[in-house]
């Protein structure tokens, strides 16, 4: 597809479950981010990727999070042991160029996110 | 560190009538600022961005929005609102300025309602 694709587009999952949530950015583009949506909270920043460069993670909530890009395309995200406070949209953008302030950012759809 | 502030989590406008959506920045360097449109179901799309070349910017579907370095401002308007404008929306700003690794910050969001 032309956009940014995220899957599963939904996911139930029980307390203290892991969970993989995938993004395929728009092909061609070096720089892809991940943010969390949630109620009230607007869009928490969470890890970018940068071509070859080493990730920005400083937005990840705790060590139970963690990322990562392979081959400079398809990433993935991955929450271990998770928590009712991990519920929440994970939208994944991507952009051309090296990074936000000069290309726009393209978002997927988002992976809505429910632990129970 | 950067940020932004957004005032009023919802508003309500009829339709035909001015939309104004307040945003006001924190920032260190000259900043890069956004704003971000999201339609119910479906992701997050770029309005508009001030990259210091003009301090009125002017986006898609009528928007535009006003840079005031002296209020730290960046509100975002559009002189009568169409249904079709029932969104929510997010202002952000780039944590590096100019820098091209910046990632984008984002405020809380501000869900617009247009009565007919």
Redesign the interface.
Known sequence: GAGVSQSPSNKVTEKGKDVELRCDPISGHTALYWYRQSLGQGLEFLIYFQGNSAPDKSGLPSDRFSAERTGGSVSTLTIQRTQQEDSAVYLCASSLLQGATNEKLFFGSGTQLSVL | AQSVT?LG?HVSVSEGALVLLRCNYSSSVPP?L?W?VQYP??????LL?Y?SAATLVKGINGFEAEFKKSETSFHLTKPSAHMSDAAEY?C?V?D??????????????TTLQVKP
């Open positions: 957004q989590s890069y956004f971000y179901n479906q992701g997050l799309q770029l961005k990259t997010f952000a780039s590096k300025g100019s820098s091209n690794t910046g990632k984008l910050i984002f405020g809380q969001g």
